[in-house]
């Protein structure tokens, strides 16, 4: 561990662990052996990072947060609060059930929101957003916005976090960035002037 990582003292970090420079992990935080977070990452109150979770750098995990076994988070991912991952998609306490966990893979920018629960195996595509409280019970694409129980797409979001809106030609610009976007055969995908 670098010189420019902090771990708050009521910190637990297990032995085997690879904690990137810059990250920092605040109070009563459990990060359990064989997991990678990245570098400049934000590891917030209360949060149980478990063994193999893989953060990507600048992650932004914030307060009670469950990552499990079988999650990869890429670069730039948000977990808002008190949301969720599952591993296990049908578990029973008498059954064990550890060779059964399955992936969730959260990609580069995606933004998940607070209380959300993401049901294992259910991929969340490149600055994908999921609004607070949603369930996602299936894959989630890329630039897509979902919302509810079980979570439905309700529209499209820029890198930036802007709703996006198309004109009749398909093209969409991002009000922060300016930023332009393609919608074509149900897929989004960012493209310069």
């Not at 993401?118 to 595509?125: A, F, L, R, W």
């Not at 979001?157 to 922060?176: D, W």
Request: charged share 15%; aromatic share 8%; net charge neutral.
């Amino acid at each position: 561990m670098s010189s420019s990582t902090f771990i708050h003292p009521t910190a637990v970090i297990d032995e085997g662990c690879n904690i990137g420079e810059g990250t920092k992990i605040w109070h009563f935080a459990h990060i359990m052996p064989h997991c990678a977070i990245g570098q400049n990452c934000n590891i917030g109150q209360n949060v149980v990072v478990s063994p193999q979770v893989v953060l990507g750098n600048n992650v932004k995990v914030q307060n009670n947060v469950s990552i499990y076994t079988g999650v990869t988070c890429a670069d730039d991912v948000f977990l808002g609060p008190s949301m969720v991952f599952t591993n296990v998609i049908n578990p029973r306490s008498a059954i064990i059930r550890k060779d059964q966990y399955r992936q969730t893979n959260v990609g580069k920018g995606a933004s998940i929101g607070a209380n959300a629960t993401i049901v294992c195996g259910n991929d969340i595509g490149e600055y994908a957003f999921i609004g607070a409280g949603a369930v996602v019970t299936k894959y989630v694409p890329p630039y897509a916005l979902v919302v509810g129980n079980p979570a439905k797409q309700i529209g499209w979001i820029s890198e930036y976090g802007h709703r996006l809106h198309f004109n009749t030609e398909g093209i969409a610009n991002c009000p922060e960035s300016q930023d332009q976007y393609q919608l074509k055969e149900g897929n989004v995908t960012k493209f310069s002037n």
